[in-house]
């Protein structure tokens, strides 16, 4: 069984409590990110229900939300992932070489995670920095005006701050 | 009315609504998936795009949604513009991307509104070449298949699952392209409104799992206008044949009943028709065992058995139609005439209808039910008593809210807008019933009781609602407290409705939920007043009978019968071993006219083998008191007819005797019952016809005419002729809107699926052309003073060692003939007595599961025992009319041990 630390949990019933009573269900995105924080990086099944749990919700309305936004991992994922924009403007600036040569380099498809746990590559719907595009997000930053060079970079980076902090 | 242009013409339309329902109220082909008359707009598929022009000047105009477009003074569209064809069909074909254009294999090809609405938008040929995106599917349960690459995420499902229905376990998972409509895993989809995605989803997601067992494409099955036989609302249905067999039932739409919805009881419990118990030939029992018996022979024994001089007893039934019946009535003579129901049901009945006819409140339709701001349940539990009522109630319950988004003018058909403003918000709801139910989910306030407990509350109301009737003596603050707030909630209520029944057995409700509705009516409220009855024909029998089968009982006591006749009744069922054998020993000779093998059948001297509503033409009453027609849907090649045609040649002399079409019976039955004299406009007569056409029962592309029974053979045999009915059993006969009561399917150029009913509408999702079917019996009388009902009874006490046993009720395994359908089968529970915790502790009984003994009429039960922490102390329930519970009356006292 998992469960919120003492802290965690204070935080949540914060978070509960932004939102009038009784509309609890409110608080059900902000909670998600923090379970996911919390239990390994991903929304496991387990997860969910104990969030339906702690917000007296049908655990079928926690699977909706959380199958729908993507920026919830419904599987394990990478230590860094790779957003790749495959809207329209995005695509016409190259992002499918980009989404492909990423796949290349790491020798995995959209949707996978490298065995070294360290990368996961995924497709994403229009973030709202066209004018910047191809484009990626990863973490909580954007990656802007990609190129295969600029791929290579940020993937050495990304190892090298890797073995830095283990 | 306002003016609107729809491609540079004028046209007058109603206010208040959108673009879509108006164009294809004027009858424009518009295309469209996400938007329906009962779910309103919420502008998801993108399908119904049409060119919207500022003023008469602007040429270029933009692509907008016609059903998010309001229908206001000087709109201007245009459907037929280039642009807004190229929009359309460019749509379409992205929807489809991922479809399999698997329609050959398809359950839904040939009545597919995806196939409709793809050849109308003008999206012939496929470019996509790309792998095709493909999801699982999930087993649904019994009733419902599941192929989730058919889908074109227009969210009909779950808006009509969880939105309309209350549903809670179906939903939409996932976004953009891989949305995927289902369950969290595999299981059966417990709402009991399911099977309305058969006709809700436009294409082949969800389909219908007992149609498949046996499955006939649209235009091959013969279909006939009927009536649902599942309970005593009459939801108007379309049942279908091929081979002789039922093979599906559909919603017939009726504006003023069941409107495009039916319950998984009506839908599903269709395969009892079918079965192999069915009795499809006259019987005859010889030496203890039946052996089948030419017509004309059976006729002429049972004749003599019933000579001149001998004690003959007819007893009828709530299933069988006014017709047998009556002609029951008419073969046995009035005074020898029994209701085939209990006396304590039967007096409910008279109770009711007395009610109905001389009650000055209104009894609204199912379909009027919806449009009431507060609700009262008094001791129903209507889900499974009366399920479609149920969602006719959830729908009432939005009324409420919904005002608050009218009053900053968003219209009904905004769905989207609604929901933002109400949320999950319901109207006044209160309930008193003996145990939890499931409407309790929407309810302000519940209680549960004994249905005393339950008449005081209800009296409790009306006393605060009118303080000159007595007050309820010794009330308890709860429920002091609980009924101040009900009268409350119900005198701010514009349209309060007060929904009671008979399923309790008990008087006192019915005269609680009456006094509630005199109360309101005198304080100048439009209140309605709905009582449910047993079973589908339970009001129009009654209406026939004078005595009951008690008295029968009593009669045969005192002086032996010669003859028994029964009509489609299982005696055992309805009134137990005990009384069913107390009667059956006392009659010397036992005729019955029944549709499948039963208890009672087993204890018979002749069977006649009569049709269900499948192979019966009749008429039926419902609870409001509607006549309804019901048509047979085919003529079975065995010897199974409507019980109305052997009653008719028995009472008739042998020699001379001829067969009475359906029509002549019926002027019989209005000539001696002049209040039933309605139930003549309730159809067309036999001799009806369009021009000089008769009505089909076969769309025109039924296949295999020539061929189908090739096997016995060759030459293909002259259609049988229907005498009781202005229709055909072929394909041949007037193809265009036919009348209401005699609409087998739906059909019109370019609409193949369900939805061809916009056609047969004056205005989408109102009524038919030609009015609803149907014939109300009794209106209230405005005028009368309301004469209240001063017994309020005392409060129920517990007794320390015995306790009351009260039926609960089941969708699926309390109605008799369903139960026997397969797919209903797999829906029935466990038998079981429910206890509350307290009560199971002080019998010795901890374990959940464990056996409970019991003694009912000194025979010992054996049952499992489920807590039911709802129920009231010194109650038991017992589920009504499962094999386990079958033959009990209710209610009665008993003691129990572990």
């Not at chain 2, 005393?452 to 109301?461: E, F, K, P, S």
């Not at chain 2, 009737?469 to 701010?492: K, T």
């Not at chain 2, 087993?602 to 019966?616: K, R, W």
Request: aromatic share 8%; with cysteine.
């Amino acid at each position: 069984m998992i469960k919120f630390s003492e802290e965690k949990l204070k935080q949540v019933e914060k978070i509960i409590a932004r939102y009038p009573e009784g509309k609890q269900k409110s608080a059900l995105l902000p909670v998600l990110h923090l379970a996911q924080q919390e239990f390994g990086g991903w929304l496991s099944p387990e997860t969910m229900d104990y969030v339906a749990s702690l917000l007296g919700l049908l655990t079928i309305e926690v699977y909706e939300v959380a199958t729908f936004y993507s920026m919830y991992n419904l599987k394990p994922v990478g230590k860094y992932v790779f957003e790749v924009c495959q809207t329209g403007p995005c695509i016409t600036r190259g992002s499918d070489d980009i989404i492909k040569y990423i796949g290349e380099r790491l020798g995995i498809k959209p949707g996978e995670t490298t065995p070294d746990g360290l990368f996961t590559l995924k497709t994403a719907e229009c973030l709202g920095a066209c004018g910047y595009a191809p484009m990626m997000q990863m973490g909580k930053g954007f990656k802007e005006h990609l190129t295969k060079e600029k791929v290579d970079e940020i993937i050495e980076e990304c190892r090298r701050s890797a073995a830095i902090n283990n | 009315m306002a003016k609107v242009f729809i491609d540079d013409i004028e046209y007058e339309v109603p206010d208040g609504k959108n673009m879509l329902e108006v164009c294809l109220s004027l009858g424009f082909d518009l295309t469209y998936f996400c938007w329906h008359p009962a779910l309103h707009s919420i502008g998801a598929c993108r399908q119904c795009g049409v060119i919207n022009y500022k003023d008469e000047n602007d040429k270029r105009g933009r692509i907008t949604m016609a059903c998010m477009l309001p229908a206001s003074n000087g709109t201007r569209i245009s459907i037929e513009a280039k642009a807004a064809h190229d929009f359309r069909a460019g749509n379409i074909e992205s929807l489809m991307l991922n479809h399999p254009h698997d329609c050959p294999v398809c359950d839904e090809g040939g009545e597919c509104h995806l196939q409709d609405m793809t050849l109308m938008s003008g999206h012939n040929y496929r470019r996509y070449r790309f792998k095709k995106r493909t999801h699982t599917n999930q087993y649904l349960g019994p009733f419902l298949n599941h192929e989730m690459n058919r889908c074109i995420q227009c969210y009909r499902c779950v808006r009509f699952y969880k939105d309309y229905a209350g549903g809670k376990d179906l939903d939409v998972f996932a976004a953009h392209d891989d949305i995927y409509f289902g369950r969290s895993e595999d299981g059966v989809l417990e709402n009991e409104f399911s099977g309305n995605l058969v006709e809700v989803c436009p294409t082949g997601v969800f389909t219908d799992k007992t149609l498949k067992q046996h499955y006939t494409r649209k235009w091959d099955l013969t279909s006939a206008p009927s009536v649902c036989h599942g309970c005593s609302l009459g939801c108007n249905i379309l049942a279908s044949q091929r081979y002789g067999t039922i093979r599906r039932i559909l919603t017939r739409y009726n504006g003023d009943v069941n409107g495009y919805f039916l319950c998984d009881r009506g839908r599903f419990g269709y395969e009892y028709t079918n079965s192999k118990k069915r009795i499809i030939k006259a019987l005859k029992r010889v030496s203890g065992t039946y052996q089948p018996i030419e017509n004309g022979n059976a006729f002429e024994e049972v004749k003599a058995l019933m000579g001149e001089g001998k004690k003959v007893i007819g007893i009828g039934s709530p299933r069988a139609s006014l017709e047998s019946n009556f002609l029951l009535k008419e073969l046995v003579g009035e005074n020898n005439f029994y209701g085939g129901i209990s006396n304590t049901e039967g007096n409910l009945i008279k109770q009711v209808i007395d009610i109905l006819k001389k009650g000055k409140v209104k009894t609204p339709s199912l379909a009027e039910a919806k449009g009431y701001d507060a609700v009262f349940i008094v001791g129903e539990d209507v889900t499974n008593t009366a399920p479609m009522l149920a969602l006719s109630l959830r729908q009432a319950a939005k009324n409420k809210p919904n005002e608050e988004a009218f009053a900053i003018r968003i219209p009904l058909w905004n769905d989207v807008a609604i929901r933002e403003i109400v949320q999950e918000r319901t109207g006044p709801f209160f309930i008193a019933t003996v145990h939890h139910t499931k409407l309790d989910e929407i309810s302000s306030g519940s209680f549960y009781g004994h249905p005393d407990n339950i008449a005081r509350l209800g009296h409790a109301v009306a006393q605060k609602i009118n303080n000159n009737l007595p007050s309820v003596p010794d009330a308890d603050r709860e429920s002091a407290s609980l009924s101040s707030s009900i009268a409350e909630a119900l005198l701010a209520a514009k349209k309060p409705l007060i929904v009671s029944g008979t399923s309790l057995f008990s008087k006192n409700v019915i005269e609680a939920a009456a006094n509630v509705a005199y109360a309101l009516k005198e304080q100048g409220k439009d209140v309605g007043l709905i009582y449910t009855v047993p079973e589908a024909n339970s009001v129009g029998m009654t209406l026939l009978s004078e005595n009951f089968v008690d008295d029968a009982i009593a009669r045969v006591e005192k002086e032996r019968a010669d003859v028994l006749l029964i009509l489609e009744n299982d005696l055992y069922q309805r009134i137990g071993k005990k009384d069913s054998e107390a009667i059956l020993k006392r009659c010397n000779q036992v005729v019955a006219f029944e549709n499948l093998e039963n208890e009672t059948t087993n204890s018979c001297d002749y069977l006649f083998p009569a049709g269900t509503f499948a192979e019966s033409t009749g008429t039926i009453v419902n609870n409001e008191g509607r006549a309804q027609r019901f048509y047979q849907v085919h003529i079975p090649r065995n010897e199974v007819r409507s019980s109305w045609k052997w009653l008719d040649i028995l009472r008739q002399d042998l020699q001379t005797a001829e067969a009475k079409d359906f029509d002549a019976i019926v002027d019989e039955l209005i000539q001696k019952n002049p209040e039933l004299q309605k139930i003549k406009e309730t159809a067309p007569t036999a001799d009806f016809r369009i021009g000089t056409q008769k009505i089909p029962r076969s769309p025109h592309r039924f296949s295999g005419r020539t061929s189908m029974i090739a096997n016995i053979n060759v030459s293909e045999p002259k259609p049988p002729v229907d005498n009781d009915s202005p229709m055909s059993f072929t394909m041949e006969g007037y193809h265009g809107i036919q009348p209401s009561p005699d609409t087998a399917f739906y059909w019109s150029p370019a609409w193949n699926s369900v939805q061809a009913i916009n056609k047969y509408q004056i205005e989408v999702g109102g009524p038919l052309h030609d009015g609803n079917p149907g014939k109300r019996l009794f209106e209230p009388d405005e005028n009368r003073q309301a004469k209240y009902f001063n017994d309020i009874p005392s409060s129920f006490h517990p007794s320390n060692d015995e306790l009351l046993v009260l039926p609960l009720y089941h969708i699926y395994g309390s109605e008799e003939l369903t139960a026997l359908s397969h797919a209903v089968k797999e829906r029935i529970p466990q038998a079981y007595i429910a206890l509350n915790e307290n009560e199971a502790r002080r019998k010795g009984l901890n374990a959940e599961g464990g056996k409970v003994e019991f003694y009912y009429q000194d025979k010992k039960w054996e049952l499992s025992l489920k807590i039911d922490n709802s129920l009231p102390d010194g109650i038991a329930g017992l589920p009504k009319g499962l094999n386990e519970t079958s033959g009990i009356g209710y209610p009665f006292r008993t003691k129990i041990n572990s």
